[in-house]
Nanobody
Framework: QVQLVESGGGTVQPGGSLTLSCTAS????????MNWYRQAPGKEREFLAV????????RYADSVKGRFTISRDNAKNTAYLQMDSLKPEDTAVYHC?????????WGQGTQVTVSS
């Protein structure tokens, strides 16, 4: 019963903030790189951020660098994406992903809408 469940999505005004959570069950995220992606209607899936399993190295897409922050709490088996200074073009379904040599698990997604 491997599962990733995202939460925290919703509707915010431009300039607002949201924090997304991704909680795993059935496996430990500690041995996995954790990623966030998003997909807007009619657009390709877009990589947003990664935090590595061991060293905790982070990397961000240029489109969100300086605005989004990825983190993880292995004790809670949860990864997070803090999103600040949100723009209308951030509107999308946001998915978390746990990846290793053996795993490639995806959550169901949570909707983020940025609109005035």
């Amino acid at each position: 019963q491997v599962q990733l469940v995202e939460s925290g999505g919703g509707t915010v005004q431009p300039g607002g903030s949201l924090t997304l959570s991704c909680t795993a069950s059935g496996f430990s995220i500690s041995m996995n790189n954790m990623n966030w992606y998003r997909q807007a209607p009619g657009k390709e899936r877009e990589f947003l951020a990664v935090i590595t399993s061991a060293a905790g190295i982070t990397r961000y897409a240029d489109s969100v660098k300086g605005r989004f922050t990825i983190s993880r709490d292995n004790a809670k088996n949860t990864a997070y994406l803090q999103m600040d200074s949100l723009k209308p073009e951030d509107t999308a379904v946001y998915h978390c992903n746990a990846r290793s040599h053996w795993n490639d698990y995806w959550g169901q997604g949570t909707q983020v809408t940025v609109s005035s």
